[in-house]
């Protein structure tokens, strides 16, 4: 008898134990649902057909960015795919339909790419805002890049970009 009431008292123990720990594992699943919606918050936003993103011809091949980070704190319009990046001048002011903006060694394209390493060089090319709305700004841009050590040229053609519109932007 002696017995049975120890291994009950263990077991009842146990299932407390257990029960305890289940609704520990459910508080902790709670408080990293709540830790991920705040880093997805603010973290890049996933480029799509409809979203931000930037995508552009390399040479002929289509690239397309899978982040975005944001404008206003990159002060670059940073398209990221992986180690990949297309990076364009960006000045909030100048966001308004129908800007242009040449593009050269004062106003650069950044771009790192797995295929053409190197340090690239903006030789020419041109930026334009197409559309400034309460959500959206959209934009196209080509350049001409120069790879400083083989002189090896880059063409971006077909570039296109969308990022999130500031207060600022909207209001233009």
Not at 102 to 128: C, R, Y
Not at 140 to 150: N, P, Q
Not at 153 to 164: D, H, K, Y
Request: glycine fraction near 8%.
């Amino acid at each position: 008898m002696k017995y049975r009431l120890i291994l009950f008292t263990i077991a009842l123990f146990l299932s407390s134990q257990v029960s305890s720990q289940t609704s520990d594992q459910a508080k902790v699943k709670e408080r990293m649902e709540k830790i991920k919606s705040a880093v997805d918050a603010t973290a890049p936003k996933i480029a799509s057909s409809n979203g931000v993103g930037v995508h552009v011809k390399v040479n002929g091949k289509l690239w397309q960015s899978s982040t975005i980070l944001p404008p206003q704190q990159a002060s670059r319009i940073v398209g990221q795919k992986d180690e990949e990046y297309v990076g364009l001048p960006y000045d909030e002011r100048q966001m308004i339909v129908g800007n242009k903006d040449k593009l050269g060694p004062d106003n650069a394209v950044d771009v790192n790419f797995k295929s053409k390493s190197g340090l690239w060089f903006t030789q020419k090319g041109l930026i334009e805002i197409m559309k400034v709305g309460d959500k959206w700004v959209e934009g196209k841009f080509s350049a001409t890049l120069k790879e400083r050590d083989s002189g090896e040229m880059m063409e971006l053609t077909e570039g296109f970009f969308r990022i999130p519109a500031t207060k600022l932007v909207s209001q233009n």
